[in-house]
């Protein structure tokens, strides 16, 4: 990735105009690599910068993708291979998280749930996902991660942003443990919001968004956490629209993978999808944006 971006690779180059032409204030990137010393990520921001859009501040702490577990966590007899990571990955970072704003973020002050164990989570479908007794005491819930990162508002308040990207609900067997595994990882959120978890719940105002990887009514998946978190009335979903409807990813069929629900007490003024103009060398997903009033 960091060769793509300091060469200048047409698809990152459109990804980059595409964002600047959106001018958000606060970015959340999925599916983006982590190295150690954020090369990757300054090289992209430079990007940013060069096509007009200054975000200065950023977080991205290393993600569970990639990070070894050192067991058989597949149960194929082979240990070190990208299914036996916490999250998939071929190397420490592969497809994780970062965000960028134009807005102080307080990362002394941010929540890092990535180190929280699967079979910690009240409710979890972990029972039949087909773990030895010793992968389901390292297991990782976050496949990538979940963060809780507050960015400091000109009003001197905070809005806290939880973000995550979820694994894909497929590539397993009838044990269906990604299917489980990205139920959860939505789940995590209602657990959160219940303050059911050994941290008090988030302080209003707050907004989910990321990768959830699954449709609430089409594709493959467990939907009932991310129907519950859409209808939970302590969020909205602005429902956005572009030139595919709702959807924000084309995998054989337009689906929606990737939501932004603000909570409840703020005021939501515009939100949308935007897809790169036809012949335009993009990623098949695509920039989801919400619009708020800042309280």
Do not use: C, K
């Not at 959830?212 to 129907?227: C, K, P, S, T």
């Not at 603000?262 to 695509?286: M, N, Q």
Request: net charge negative; hydrophobic share 45%; proline share 9%.
């Amino acid at each position: 990735m960091l060769a793509d971006i300091e060469t200048g690779d047409p698809q990152v180059t459109a990804a980059a105009a595409l964002i600047a032409g959106a001018r958000p204030d606060v970015l959340l990137l999925t599916g983006f690599d982590w190295d150690h010393d954020g090369r990757a990520l300054a090289a992209f921001s430079a990007a940013l910068d060069a096509a007009g859009l200054v975000l200065p501040h950023r977080y991205a702490p290393r993600p569970n993708a990639g990070v070894q577990s050192w067991l058989d966590l597949d149960g194929n007899g082979r240990m070190g291979e990208p299914r036996d990571a916490q999250g998939y990955g071929r190397f420490t970072g592969q497809g994780g998280m970062a965000l960028l704003s134009r807005l102080p973020l307080r990362t002394e002050a941010a929540r890092d749930f990535s180190a929280f164990l699967w079979a910690d989570l009240p409710g979890s479908l972990i029972d039949g996902a087909g773990l030895s007794p010793a992968a389901r005491a390292v297991q990782r819930l976050s496949s990538t991660g979940h963060w809780d990162v507050p960015v400091a508002l000109p009003s001197g308040r905070d809005l806290h942003l939880l973000a995550f990207a979820a694994t894909p609900p497929l590539f397993d067997g009838p044990e269906d443990r990604n299917g489980r595994r990205n139920r959860d990882e939505t789940a995590f959120w209602l657990r959160y919001l219940d303050g059911a978890l050994p941290v008090p719940p988030p302080l209003a105002p707050f907004a989910i968004l990321g990768d959830a990887d699954i449709d609430q009514v089409a594709g493959e998946g467990r939907r009932d956490a991310l129907v519950a978190l859409l209808a939970d009335p302590r969020l909205q979903d602005p429902r956005p629209e572009g030139a595919q409807g709702t959807a924000t990813a084309l995998y054989g069929a337009p689906l929606r993978l990737h939501y932004i629900m603000p909570s409840a007490d703020l005021r939501v003024t515009g939100a949308g999808v935007i897809w790169p103009e036809a012949g335009e060398t993009a990623p098949r997903r695509a920039l989801v944006w919400v619009d708020i009033s800042l309280p």
